[in-house]
């Protein structure tokens, strides 16, 4: 063994040892958070590693994790220009389903919702996963249709989905008005009970603390400013805080992405554009079900914390300004209001908005390059907190062996070239 990897492994002993002893908790239970031992190490980057992970999402962790995890490459660097989670992991309203219309999106989100379910022990961090149901809501004839056709699809695919009658919807989130004389009436809808929502700080910090403890180097504040290569391979990165050679880079860096890829003269099937969600003050737990409506772009959970979570469709426009224009939460929170009338006596406090990276299909992107040993994770779009353990689980696959695996195979760039698109705007249709 390496002496290298000695260190690793006494540090995570050590660590763990600190952090899990009963003087521990007694030490640190008077003091106010301060002397808390920090839960990843604050790493400098090396000359070289086997692998480089950019991007400091969920999905960028997960995919450092699983890759010490299981394949056992621990000698890997994950680089962040900024902090942990302060993408789009630190900024989504935290839904998780996996109700999607086709095969190869039923194989991937429901191998990520499987992953959710046991996520919390994997990491020994809670990432409080809640299964609280998710509930698709429909305003006219047409859609209802719709709706139970993808339903069909759905449990074709053995994943669970139920329509609902306006009255069991009513049942079910008493707060909801469906009075039909109302601008947005509620004529049924469909739920995935084994859906629900999950912290999304939590989450981006239970993988870098166990990726830490792999031996990972975890390196924030650092951007990565230009792609190395020779000839048709990569041969490593630059950096703000230096260059580093390795024979492997995977891109994990979502609204960002068409822009690491320019690095490389790579063109990506990106768009990138903000979307918006919006928080109000904590009240009393009122709703314990994620409610979504496609047609108004409108979707509303209520926090751990007491706040009501509300999002929107994204903006109209290609921007990096992690903000948003006000035309579009202000469409969201009228119909909200309609459907929850209860709203218009809270006061919201914070608005945000996060850069997407959509493809023509709203589908992602999990795919080698035509440059060897260049591997990009992208175009999750509006939609891919859900995803976070799949994505990272397969990405890490993709990257030890050098090939896609069967759920990873049909998210490759070659399909727009082939055409053999994956069409899920109507299931990624609320922020759509
Ligand atoms: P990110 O968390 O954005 O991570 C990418 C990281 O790369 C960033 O931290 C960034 O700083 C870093 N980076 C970029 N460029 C560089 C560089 N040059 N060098 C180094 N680092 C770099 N999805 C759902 O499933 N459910 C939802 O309810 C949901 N709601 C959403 C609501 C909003 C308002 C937003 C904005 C998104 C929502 N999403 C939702 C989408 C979801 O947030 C994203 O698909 C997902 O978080 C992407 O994760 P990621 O790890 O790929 O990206
Ligand atoms: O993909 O479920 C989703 C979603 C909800 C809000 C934003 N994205």
Redesign the pocket.
């Known amino acids: 063994m390496a002496k290298s990897d000695l260190d690793r492994g006494s540090r995570a002993f050590t660590r763990k040892l600190k952090r899990y002893s009963i003087f521990s908790i007694a030490r640190h239970a008077g003091n106010y958070h301060q002397e808390w031992q920090q839960a990843w190490s604050h790493a400098e980057p090396k000359t070289a590693y086997d692998a480089v992970i950019?991007?400091?999402?969920?999905?960028?962790?997960a995919t450092a994790y699983y890759l010490a995890n299981i394949y056992g490459m621990t000698n890997i660097a994950l680089?962040?220009?900024?902090w942990?989670?302060?993408?789009?992991?630190?900024?989504?309203?935290?839904?998780?389903r996996s109700n999607y219309m086709w095969d190869e999106s039923a194989a991937i989100y429901e191998h990520a919702l499987k992953l959710w379910e046991g996520l919390s022990q994997d990491l020994n961090f809670n990432v409080m996963f809640s299964q609280r149901g998710v509930l698709t809501i429909s305003h006219s004839e047409h859609e209802l249709r719709e709706m139970s056709r993808r339903v069909h699809a759905i449990r074709l695919n053995g994943i669970d989905s139920d329509m609902l009658s306006p009255a069991a919807i009513k049942k079910l989130v008493p707060m909801i008005n469906i009075e039909p004389n109302i601008r947005y009436p509620v004529l049924g809808g469909f739920l995935q009970k084994r859906a629900g929502t999950a912290r999304h700080d939590a989450v981006a910090w239970g993988y870098a603390r166990a990726a830490d403890e792999l031996g990972v180097d975890i390196i924030q504040n650092?951007?990565?400013?230009g792609l190395r290569r020779n000839k048709d391979k990569i041969i490593g990165i630059e950096?703000t805080k230096g260059n580093i050679k390795t024979p492997k880079v995977g891109c994990?860096?979502?609204?960002?992405s068409s822009?690491?890829a320019d690095m490389a003269n790579i063109k990506l099937p990106i768009a990138s554009r903000p979307?918006?969600?919006i928080v109000s003050e904590p009240i009393k737990p009122i709703l314990d079900t994620v409610i979504m409506s496609n047609a108004v772009h409108m979707?509303i959970s209520q926090s751990d914390k007491g706040e009501m979570v509300l999002?929107a469709g994204v903006d109209k426009y290609n921007s990096y300004a992690q903000t948003g224009s006000w035309p579009i939460p202000e469409h969201m929170v009228a119909a909200a209001v309609d459907l929850f009338p209860f709203l218009s006596q809270l006061r919201m406090l914070r608005q945000?908005?996060?850069?997407?990276d959509i493809c023509p299909d709203a589908s992602p992107i999990i795919s080698k390059t035509d440059i060897r040993g260049l591997y990009f994770?992208?175009g999750?779009?509006?939609?891919?907190?859900?995803?976070?353990p799949g994505s990272g689980h397969i990405f890490a696959d993709l990257i030890a062996n050098d090939r896609p695996n069967s759920i990873a195979l049909p998210y490759s760039l070659k399909r727009f070239e082939t055409g053999f698109l994956i069409d899920e705007h109507g299931a990624a249709g609320v922020?759509h």
Do not use: M, P, S
């Not at 945000?352 to 997407?356: A, E, F, L, N």
């Not at 999750?380 to 976070?388: D, L, R």
């Open positions: 950019i991007g400091g999402g969920g999905h960028g962790l680089i962040e220009k900024g942990l989670g302060g993408g789009n992991t630190g900024r989504n309203t935290t839904i998780i650092c951007e990565v400013v950096t994990v860096v979502a609204g960002h822009v690491l979307l918006q969600a979707y999002g945000w908005g996060g850069i997407v994770n992208c999750w779009g509006t939609g891919g907190f859900k995803a976070t922020a």
